[in-house]
Nanobody, 123 residues
Framework: VQLQASGGGLVQAGGSLRLSCLAS????????MGWFRQVPGKEREFVAG????????YYSDSVKGRFAISRDNAKNTVYLQMNSLKPEDTAAYYCAASWMGGSPWNAERYDYWGQGTQVTVSS
């Protein structure tokens, strides 16, 4: 499975961005998807996750109420809508796909990772 993330950029605090992650896999709906973020010198951090059919979503406390994860299985794409952005949201954002079950916030459960897309929030 190849994952291609896009949509990052520079935005002012309080602004919005929508990240997209396109998957090459035809059985995309069989995969749970997640978004993680990482800043240099720190561990990768769980942001949001979604089940294969989109019925279950999960968020870290730091983004709950501001970010929304969704997916369009017909387009093999998962999205991360980010609103009310803060400077501390600045990071490289990665999408990931998981075939097996497990905790959505556990990076080790994910089998495939996309390249990062940089999000920079200025104050």
């Amino acid at each position: 499975v190849q994952l291609q993330a896009s949509g990052g950029g520079l935005v002012q605090a309080g602004g919005s961005l929508r990240l997209s992650c396109l998957a090459s896999e035809r059985t995309f709906s069989s995969y749970s998807m997640g978004w993680f973020r990482q800043v240099p010198g720190k561990e990768r951090e769980f942001v949001a996750g979604i089940s294969g059919r989109g019925g279950n979503t999960y968020y870290s406390d730091s983004v709950k109420g501001r970010f929304a994860i969704s997916r369009d299985n017909a387009k093999n794409t998962v999205y991360l809508q980010m609103n009310s952005l803060k400077p501390e949201d600045t990071a490289a954002y990665y999408c990931a796909a998981s075939w097996m079950g497990g905790s959505p916030w556990n990076a080790e459960r994910y089998d495939y990772w996309g390249q990062g897309t940089q999000v920079t929030v200025s104050s």
